[in-house]
Every structure is written in structure tokens, then in C-alpha cells.
């Protein structure tokens, strides 16, 4: 449904891999609502992703960064000016990676470099993003950041590993140059704690089909899918939410409130639902 939230909106989106990837259904509900916009990944992700196709589908420029490099930020930031005709309206970070994960490592026996290398990937990131555009002066007046979490940022699961740290410092980097950002410019800066989710990425962790199953049993809405999560960046990046910063949203179909559902027994021999 096209209600025109984001009819002349600019914005950048960073991280959209393949259909399956939340930061793709996003840009195209923004393209949708009426915005225009610019994609950003690593050289790697868009050889080997299907990015090209999604700029192709919306006519949205592709910009190759690591979101690492001050110097990479700096070219996507400076050409989506360029391309969209002005400042930025809405940026979506929609980025995270472990090392470790990928490499079997256990939490308890982590690789430190490794895990610095995780954090700078997933969470600082999110900091040089923002600092970036504040210098360049890329943000219009009353802008909407976000950037995708999740509810291991507060709680326990094992097998999410060191991610969880990274989770933890992106929200606090959202509430702390969230401060900032509105005093410049009255800039809003949030992250939305998604449901697990089938994305390329979430489906690599451990055992991830099993707690999928879990949490949609808990969460009396069921899990949220990918969809729906970018509708929710559509009325977050619109002027219908200028008054929420600094936010950690759960939309995870009420799961981060339960203690114990009964569905949940079933998943236990000799229990009944």
C-alpha cells in the first residue's frame, strides 16, 4: 500500500545483500512511499550478492564503501548528495558480522582481534556513519537514522556469541549521538530490535531454525518477518515519528515482554500445550 510517507524523501541504505536481506525489503518500501535513494555495500557483498539488481529494480545508484573507512563513507555520503540533489533525510545501517561465528569460535575462547573486528564492523561503524555526515553537513534538518538490533543486546543466547557485545554498544551509540544530533539539526536516531529473522546472514547462526521455531511460539504476534520490519522504517523515517530518539524499538511480536507461554511446553516431552 503507497501512502506517499516518504513522497521527496532522500535517504542511503547500507547493507542489502539479496531478497532475503531486511535493508533490501526496506528500499524498496521507501521507493514505494515515494523517497529516492542510494545503496551502500562492500566491493565483496555486491560481487557476490544480488545488489545489482535491486539498484537496477529502483533506479537507486550503487556506491561500493566499507563502512570502516572514514574515506568510504566520505565518497557515499558526497556522491548520494550529488545523485539525489541535496542533503539526506533517512539512513538506514543495516550492517553486522562476527569472525568468530563465521570461524567456529566459541565465546569463551574468542579471538580478540577478531572480535575487534566485529565490533568495528556492526556497531562502530554506526558511530563513523554518523560522524561522517555531521562533518559534511549531509543531514536535512529533522533526518531519521536507524539501525537494526536485537533483543541479545539485554538478554542471553549463547550461541549469538560475541554479537551480542556488538548489538549492545550499537544501541548505546544510537542513544549517545542520538543527544547530538538532535541538539544540530533536531536529527532522530533509533534502532528497532527485529524478531529473528530468514535473512542470508541471521540463518548462518547456530541452531537458528530451532530458535526460530522458539521465539515464534513465545511472542503472542509471532515473529515479525522481514516485511513488516520495513514498514516500521517507513513510519520511522517519516515526519509522522519527529518526536522519537534515542529509542530502542522491540518489533518482535511482543516476545521481549513474555516470561512463558504455553505453546512453548509442547516444544518439551511430556508437557502439553
Not at 506517499?4 to 525489503?25: N, P, Q, V, Y
Request: one cysteine or more.
Amino acid at each position: 500500500m503507497n501512502t506517499g510517507l516518504l513522497r521527496g524523501k532522500r535517504g542511503i541504505i547500507f547493507g542489502a545483500l539479496d531478497e532475503h536481506s531486511i535493508a533490501w525489503k526496506v528500499a524498496e518500501r521507501c521507493v514505494e512511499e515515494g523517497a529516492s535513494l542510494t545503496l551502500s555495500n562492500t566491493p565483496a557483498a555486491i560481487r557476490f550478492g544480488k545488489i545489482t539488481q535491486l539498484g537496477e529494480k529502483l533506479q537507486a545508484e550503487i556506491i561500493p564503501a566499507d563502512a570502516t573507512k572514514i574515506e568510504d563513507l566520505e565518497q557515499v555520503f558526497t556522491k548520494s548528495m550529488e545523485l539525489l540533489n541535496g542533503p539526506i533525510d533517512f539512513l538506514l545501517h543495516s550492517i553486522g558480522m562476527s569472525v568468530n561465528m563465521r570461524k567456529n569460535r566459541s565465546y569463551t575462547e574468542l579471538n580478540y582481534e577478531w572480535m575487534l573486528k566485529t565490533l568495528d564492523i556492526s556497531a562502530l561503524s554506526f558511530h563513523k556513519m554518523m560522524a561522517t555526515g555531521m562533518r559534511l553537513d549531509a543531514f536535512n534538518e529533522g533526518a531519521s537514522i536507524l539501525a537494526l538490533s536485537y533483543i541479545a543486546a539485554q538478554r542471553v543466547f549463547p550461541d549469538y556469541s560475541e554479537m551480542a557485545e556488538a548489538k549492545a554498544l550499537l544501541e548505546s551509540i544510537a542513544r549517545s549521538f542520538g543527544y547530538h544530533l538532535g541538539k544540530w539539526k533536531k536529527i532522530r536516531v533509533n534502532t528497532i530490535s527485529q524478531s529473528p529473522t530468514r535473512t542470508t546472514a541471521g540463518s548462518g547462526v547456530k541452531g537458528f531454525d530451532l530458535f526460530f521455531d522458539y521465539a515464534d511460539k513465545m511472542a503472542p504476534l509471532g515473529n515479525a518477518p522481514a516485511e513488516a520490519c520495513a514498514d516500521l522504517c517507513v513510519v520511522m523515517f517519516s515526519d509522522l515519528t519527529r518526536y522519537i530518539t534515542m529509542q530502542n524499538i522491540y518489533h518482535d511480536g511482543g516476545f521481549s515482554s513474555m516470561g512463558l507461554n504455553p505453546d512453548v511446553l509442547a516444544l518439551f516431552k511430556g508437557h502439553d500445550a
